[in-house]
């Protein structure tokens, strides 16, 4: 199958210097990457990051040789590597990282699609079984793919131990919740799968532009990307389709949380009309994370249970010192949150989503 599409999983190879967010108190370890230190250091560390973008150096070598990408299209924090990562996640208190894995190519078959995502899924097994407990991985899923997705899942969740999928929020302005992915929704729903999804660039962006000039993509239009994937799966109520999945909308939900009240009485236009319970269900039942940074949560909080919030920083397409020096402190010292529900934020409630993590 031909995939002209500019695949990609996490943000967009030209516009990755997002902000991002995290939690908690800034803690500057000076440590080895290697060695997380003793056990009494280690109790800081309790939070995992549900928001870790993942470039495999594999990958970009091979993609490289394939003629698929120059290392100039890539920015240059693809090229940070696990040290890197490590010694970002002693300083921010985090225990353990999820690997969200960007893939930006056009692949010309679906067979070189595979096998990309096979040299994605290596290397992070190589990553994960090297430090353990300190990372585990979603499997990059391709909407514009469905044959190669579906033996991704089958691949990456039935054999591998990946503990959830990564999907971008639309392909070709066809977004999730359409029926056309119903096929990949009920296999993932046979896996009980967390469905991870990341925005990209709004239908109709010329890759490499922004939509308005100046104003990079990843300040607007990501947010509204999100949103409108997450309205179409309320539109097509997927979750009550799909009752086994869980969906994760990454930077609080992108612009959701602040037009609730709106769909809820303005839905009945929609087509299919959108009725204000299926508002009111659907939020209760996504996860959102922390990634950002996000705006204070007393709007997020009049629509969705602090146990559905998940921390997460965008690191390293957030820069460093944007998470250690704005995120986390706002996030710790945000007033809508108690120290309770900061601690499920940080761990518990990810604990209780990802099972597995406990055997990270």
Request: glycine fraction near 8%; charge should be negative.
């Amino acid at each position: 199958m031909s995939t002209p599409a500019l695949r990609l999983l996490g943000t967009p190879a030209d516009e990755l210097r997002i902000a991002a967010v995290g939690t908690s108190e800034v803690i500057r370890v000076g440590r080895s990457p290697s060695a997380p230190g003793p056990d009494a250091a280690r109790a800081v560390h309790s939070k995992i990051d549900m928001h870790h973008h993942y470039c495999a150096p594999q990958w970009r070598e091979w993609a490289v040789q394939h003629g698929l990408i120059t290392q100039e299209q890539l920015p240059p924090w693809t090229r940070l590597g696990i040290a890197d990562a490590i010694r970002f996640m002693d300083g921010a208190g985090i225990t353990t990282a999820v690997l969200k894995p960007m893939l930006p190519a056009r692949y010309r078959s679906s067979a070189q699609l595979r096998e990309a995502v096979n040299i994605t899924l290596q290397s992070m097994i190589e990553v994960a079984t090297a430090h353990p407990g300190r990372f585990s991985y979603y499997v990059p899923l391709f909407l514009d793919d469905p044959e190669a997705s579906s033996w991704a899942v089958r691949r990456g969740l039935g054999q591998l131990g990946a503990v959830g999928v990564n999907v971008t929020a639309n392909h070709g302005g066809v977004y999730l919740g359409d029926p056309s992915y119903d096929r990949l929704f009920h296999e993932l729903n046979e896996f009980s799968a967390v469905v991870d999804t990341h925005p990209h660039n709004l239908p109709g962006c010329p890759p490499g532009a922004s939509s308005v000039p100046g104003i990079p993509n990843f300040m607007c239009d990501f947010l509204l990307d999100t949103t409108r994937a997450a309205v179409n799966m309320i539109s097509n109520r997927t979750l009550d389709r799909f009752p086994d999945i869980s969906v994760v909308l990454p930077h609080a939900g992108g612009f959701l949380p602040y037009i609730a009240t709106r769909l809820q009485a303005l839905g009945r236009f929609c087509e299919p009309r959108v009725e204000p319970a299926a508002v009111r269900d659907h939020l209760s039942r996504f996860y959102y994370d922390t990634a950002g940074p996000m705006a204070p949560a007393a709007t997020l909080l009049e629509h969705v249970p602090a146990d559905h919030v998940l921390f997460g920083t965008d690191w390293p397409a957030a820069p460093a010192d944007t998470v250690t020096d704005l995120a986390l402190p706002a996030l710790e010292a945000d007033p809508s949150f108690t120290p309770e529900q900061l601690q499920g934020i940080y761990h518990g409630n990810a604990m209780r989503l990802i099972p597995q993590l406990a055997n990270a």
